[in-house]
């Protein structure tokens, strides 16, 4: 009785009646239908992966952080890698398959106020009282626990916050966390992901309480993620940083090889009953390389809406675009788009990319400004060392700026 309704839903949301065959319909139920069951992986759907059945390769990565998990030792872990390439799907499977309990900081876009914070730790708090609504001892003594600390109300599992002078503090917070797991005997794992987005004052905030916790409160462990490696390293190597000193283990996410990619995708279509010819899989890998989100995304909108390679890319260029337009409109200097247009058409040399950074502004412009753009580029992770982008959708996002 249930599936149908799930399976109208989610015909629904993702508008595929529009595309109006059937075979197109016996397609997308069956991929629905595995979601829904479990049987089998779906190395297709494009939710972070929460199951070790469904998390392709990357087994290396799986091993280290539970390792680091399940080591009492360890107070601080850090999974860095580029957008996209599974940092979030490892994290939650691995924690899946521990059954550790977890809260999960999901920081979506880059955060400034103190308003947003809570609205953000507000969401993460309410995530957890119903991802654990089952286990009723827990989730007795963490109602318990928050509703004791003023500016916390709870209502069902809806937890709001309040977030001016008569806030709860997030030292306060991670306190009860502490003694609530000390009390379950359990050590809980609280995840902050994409945690270079907590930037300004509000970051140091969380810093401070996070560095705070590290130094005192044994039943906590802390994973902080994040794809704009130079940002989040500045959280931990600056010494201006309240966690600077702290010690912490690392995980890296990468980009796979050309085969791994290659089996990825073979691996997928073979999932969902699909032929796709060697030909077309190979420009696949040429146009996204190997980064695992985007492979994912073209499996799925193949598989379920059956469209050509060049339409799938021009629909990741539009979602790349957006957050290349996000990072933009955070800088000052209109200078980021002309830099990163001639990035992408591959004026790399340094004394070129200023003559034209010049041309376009019809004046002279000095090293200091130049050098400072490409720094942040690299710290955010867009392009590397070689002043190459990192991800061939952003470079041909780029292009079009
Ligand atoms: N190991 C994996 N196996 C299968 N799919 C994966 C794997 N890692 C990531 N994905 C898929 O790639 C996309 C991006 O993954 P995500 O975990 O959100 O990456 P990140 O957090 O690094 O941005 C999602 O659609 C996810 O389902
Ligand atoms: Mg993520």
Same mark, same amino acid.
């Not at 730790?121 to 609504?133: C, G, P, Q």
């Not at 994040?226 to 000193?245: A, D, Q, R």
């Not at 994912?296 to 290349?324: C, F, H, K, N, P």
């Given at each position: 009785?249930?599936?149908?309704?799930?399976?109208?839903?989610?015909?629904?949301?993702?508008?595929?009646?529009?595309?109006?065959?059937?075979?197109?319909?016996?397609?997308?139920?069956?991929?629905?239908?595995?979601?829904?069951?479990?049987?089998?992986?779906?190395?297709?759907?494009?939710?972070?992966?929460?199951?070790?059945?469904?998390?392709?390769?990357?087994?290396?990565?799986?091993?280290?952080?539970?390792?680091?998990?399940?080591?009492?030792?360890?107070?601080?872990?850090?999974?860095?890698?580029?957008?996209?390439?599974?940092?979030?799907?490892?994290?939650?499977?691995?924690?899946?398959?521990?059954? @550790?309990?977890? %809260?999960? /900081?999901?920081?979506? &876009? $880059? !955060?400034?106020?103190?308003?947003?914070?809570?609205?953000? =730790? +507000?969401?993460?708090?309410?995530?957890?009282?119903?991802?654990?609504?089952?286990?009723?001892?827990?989730?007795?003594?963490?109602?318990?626990?928050?509703?004791? @600390?003023?500016? %916390?109300? /709870?209502?069902?599992? &809806? $937890? !709001?916050?309040?977030?001016?002078?008569?806030?709860?503090? =997030? +030292?306060?917070?991670?306190?009860?966390?502490?003694?609530?797991?000390?009390?379950?005997?359990?050590?809980?794992?609280?995840?902050?992901?994409?945690?270079?987005?907590?930037?300004?004052?509000?970051?140091?905030?969380?810093?401070?309480?996070?560095?705070?916790?590290?130094?005192?409160?044994?039943?906590?462990?802390?994973?902080?993620?994040?794809?704009?490696?130079?940002?989040?390293?500045?959280?931990?190597?600056?010494?201006?940083?309240?966690?600077?000193?702290?010690?912490?283990?690392?995980?890296?996410?990468?980009?796979?090889?050309?085969?791994?990619?290659?089996?990825?995708?073979?691996?997928?279509?073979?999932?969902?009953?699909?032929?796709?010819?060697?030909?077309?899989?190979?420009?696949?890998?040429?146009?996204?390389?190997?980064?695992?989100?985007?492979?994912?995304?073209?499996?799925?909108?193949?598989?379920?809406?059956?469209?050509?390679?060049?339409?799938?890319?021009?629909?990741?260029?539009?979602?790349?675009?957006?957050?290349?337009?996000?990072?933009?409109?955070?800088?000052?200097?209109?200078?980021?788009?002309?830099?990163?247009?001639?990035?992408?058409?591959?004026?790399?040399?340094?004394?070129?990319?200023?003559?034209?950074?010049?041309?376009?502004?019809?004046?002279?412009?000095?090293?200091?400004?130049?050098?400072?753009?490409?720094?942040?580029?690299?710290?955010?992770?867009?392009?590397?060392?070689?002043?190459?982008?990192?991800?061939?959708?952003?470079?041909?996002?780029?292009?079009?700026?």
């Amino acid at each position: 009785m249930y599936l149908p309704l799930l399976l109208f839903l989610e015909l629904g949301s993702h508008n595929v009646l529009g595309v109006g065959t059937g075979c197109l319909l016996v397609r997308f139920l069956r991929f629905r239908c595995e979601s829904y069951f479990r049987c089998g992986s779906v190395l297709f759907d494009v939710k972070p992966k929460v199951r070790k059945a469904d998390l392709f390769d990357f087994d290396e990565e799986f091993n280290r952080l539970f390792r680091l998990i399940t080591n009492s030792l360890t107070r601080l872990i850090i999974v860095r890698g580029l957008r996209r390439t599974g940092k979030t799907s490892l994290i939650l499977t691995v924690l899946n398959e521990l059954g @550790v309990p977890y %809260v999960f /900081i999901d920081v979506r &876009e $880059v !955060v400034r106020s103190r308003r947003g914070l809570y609205e953000v =730790l +507000s969401r993460a708090l309410s995530d957890f009282l119903r991802r654990y609504s089952l286990r009723r001892a827990l989730i007795d003594s963490v109602v318990k626990a928050l509703s004791s @600390v003023r500016g %916390v109300g /709870i209502h069902g599992f &809806e $937890v !709001v916050l309040n977030w001016g002078r008569d806030r709860p503090l =997030l +030292s306060e917070l991670f306190r009860e966390f502490d003694r609530v797991s000390g009390d379950v005997g359990v050590r809980l794992v609280i995840v902050i992901d994409e945690a270079q987005r907590l930037s300004g004052p509000v970051g140091v905030e969380v810093w401070n309480a996070v560095a705070h916790a590290y130094d005192f409160l044994n039943n906590l462990l802390f994973i902080l993620s994040g794809s704009e490696m130079g940002v989040l390293g500045s959280i931990l190597s600056n010494p201006e940083s309240p966690l600077f000193g702290r010690a912490y283990a690392e995980v890296t996410t990468r980009k796979l090889n050309r085969d791994e990619s290659l089996e990825f995708l073979r691996r997928g279509f073979s999932e969902v009953g699909i032929e796709v010819d060697e030909g077309e899989l190979e420009g696949v890998v040429d146009g996204l390389d190997g980064v695992i989100g985007w492979l994912t995304y073209y499996g799925y909108s193949r598989s379920v809406g059956g469209r050509d390679l060049d339409s799938i890319i021009s629909d990741a260029v539009g979602m790349a675009r957006q957050e290349l337009e996000n990072f933009i409109r955070l800088r000052a200097s209109r200078r980021y788009r002309v830099v990163l247009r001639l990035l992408a058409l591959d004026v790399r040399e340094w004394g070129l990319l200023k003559r034209r950074l010049e041309d376009y502004e019809g004046s002279r412009i000095s090293d200091r400004v130049l050098h400072d753009i490409l720094t942040t580029l690299k710290r955010h992770s867009i392009i590397d060392e070689n002043l190459e982008f990192t991800d061939p959708v952003i470079r041909e996002t780029a292009r079009e700026l």
